[in-house]
Nanobody, 115 residues
Framework: QVQLVESGGGLVQAGGSLRLSCAAS????????MGWYRQAPGKQRDLVTS???????NYADSVKGRFTISRDNAKNTVYLQMNSLKPEDTAVYYC?????????WGQGTQVTVSS
């Protein structure tokens, strides 16, 4: 049984910062990549950023230069540092883990950016 537990969401003013964490637990033999998706009300879930086990990162254009993903492979934990937040960053943020056989998702954490 694999679980992803997110933390760090909340309410912040525009221009502020938040740091999200996602810890994976359970029977995890190999991880290809971990990342973050987000879903705003009435919209589809979109990729924000991802990081491979080798450290290669990928960012959505809308967050480049503002968000930074990092990973602790030994702890199967991924972090998302979000700076210069904008109201359009408001969404539920989901942690994602890709293994050779399965995809896993966290329960989501709300990020709300007020103007």
């Amino acid at each position: 049984q694999v679980q992803l537990v997110e933390s760090g969401g909340g309410l912040v003013q525009a221009g502020g910062s938040l740091r999200l964490s996602c810890a994976a637990s359970g029977s995890i033999s190999s991880v290809n990549a971990m990342g973050w998706y987000r879903q705003a009300p009435g919209k589809q879930r979109d990729l924000v950023t991802s990081i491979t086990s080798g450290g290669r990162t990928n960012y959505a254009d809308s967050v480049k230069g503002r968000f930074t993903i990092s990973r602790d492979n030994a702890k199967n934990t991924v972090y998302l540092q979000m700076n210069s937040l904008k109201p359009e960053d408001t969404a539920v943020y989901y942690c994602h883990m890709l293994t050779p056989r399965y995809d896993y998702w966290g329960q989501g954490t709300q990020v709300t950016v007020s103007s």
